[in-house]
Nanobody, 122 residues
Framework: QVQLVESGGGLVQAGGSLRLSCAAS????????VGWYHQAPGKQRELVAH???????NYADSVKGRLTISRDNAKNTVYLQMNSLKPEDTGVYYC????????????????WGQGTQVTVSS
């Protein structure tokens, strides 16, 4: 079994920065593709950043140049560096990761974290 825990959210002024973390624990063999999702109040959850097992990254146009996704495989952790934050970035950020369990031929599943709140004041 696996648990994902997001952290690093908080209240910042527009133009400020935060670094979010997504830490995985449990019977992990490898963490494959990972996405960071943003859910603004009253809106649908939206993928904003994605990183593959080969470190290929993709970003939504709305965050390109401001957000950077990265990973530290030794720590089973994925990060989202958030710079030049805007009020529109306010909402809950969730980590979603495909994780292989136990061994190289073990099963893989998608897991969600509980989310971390980001509030950007104008």
């Amino acid at each position: 079994q696996v648990q994902l825990v997001e952290s690093g959210g908080g209240l910042v002024q527009a133009g400020g920065s935060l670094r979010l973390s997504c830490a995985a624990s449990g019977s992990i063999f490898s963490i494959n593709n990972v996405g960071w999702y943003h859910q603004a109040p009253g809106k649908q959850r939206e993928l904003v950043a994605h990183i593959t097992s080969g470190d290929t990254t993709n970003y939504a146009d709305s965050v390109k140049g401001r957000l950077t996704i990265s990973r530290d495989n030794a720590k089973n952790t994925v990060y989202l560096q958030m710079n030049s934050l805007k009020p529109e970035d306010t909402g809950v950020y969730y980590c979603n990761a495909n994780i292989r369990l136990y061994r190289s031929n073990g099963p893989s599943y998608w897991y969600w974290g509980q989310g971390t709140q980001v509030t950007v004041s104008s």
